[in-house]
């Protein structure tokens, strides 16, 4: 069982900077592929990025292309989003996700292939 923890949302004006962490417990990150989903109001759950269990290859979405930035530090079992030039359309929830992999090669952009999901955290970009 993976226990995931989202931190680093709030309140932030147009064209500022987050930086959202997911922390996990109960298991090491290393052998999990990870991603970031985000539900804004009214809308469908969609996938923001995602990265590989080793973190050599990453996926993001094209609306935050060249914006928003997916790591992770499996020493410190934490996942990272860094989300830059925040836009009032990026406004959500954001969610953290684990799926177990045997192997390190594979990222999954949709949210029936993860497991385990954190509470999400909030944010909010101000026009």
């Known amino acids: 069982q993976v226990q995931l923890v989202e931190s680093g949302g709030g309140l932030v004006q147009t064209g500022g900077s987050l930086n959202l962490s997911c922390s996990a417990s109960g298991r090491t990150l290393s052998s999990y592929a990870m991603g970031w989903f985000r539900r804004a109001p009214g809308k469908e759950r969609e996938s923001v990025a995602a990265?590989?269990?080793?973190?050599?290859?990453?996926y993001h979405a094209d609306s935050v292309k060249g914006r928003f930035t997916i790591s992770r530090d499996n020493a410190k079992n934490t996942v990272y989003l860094q989300m830059n030039s925040l836009k009032p359309e990026d406004t959500a929830v954001y969610y953290c996700a684990a799926r177990y992999v045997n192997s390190g090669s594979s990222y999954y952009t949709k949210s029936q292939f993860y497991d385990y999901w954190g509470q999400g955290t909030q944010v909010t970009v101000s026009s």
């Open positions: 990265i590989t269990s080793s973190g050599r290859s990453t």
